[in-house]
């Protein structure tokens, strides 16, 4: 919702896991910011050119295929994971050699 509010910032894609009841719905009206035209996915593939910027506040496992993914095909991140071990946190700073990485594990206030 807070970034569908900034200037110059615009919600290119939403993703679920397979098999999610949110697939298909529209990603603006599930945070209560109104209709977008984003329709809720469960491929990165399927989405790959409607982003620049992958924001990421999944579990470790997941954030690792994302971040090989957006390294492969040049998308930056944020990372919000918490429980990334040290080889996660390696990848990470490996990746980082290629795309832009905001890495913090914890967003709690």
Known sequence: QAALALEGVQLGAALEREGSSLLGSDAGELAGAGKTGVTVQSSLDAVK?????????????????????????????????????????????????????????NFSV
């Open 49 to 105: 050119d409607d982003f620049d910027v992958f924001i990421d506040f999944t579990r470790p496992e997941g954030t690792l295929n994302h971040l090989a993914f957006c390294r492969q095909h040049g998308k930056g991140m944020v990372i919000g994971t918490t429980g990334v071990d040290e080889a996660g946190k390696q990848a990470i700073r490996d990746a980082a050699a290629d795309i832009a990485i905001v890495f913090a594990a």
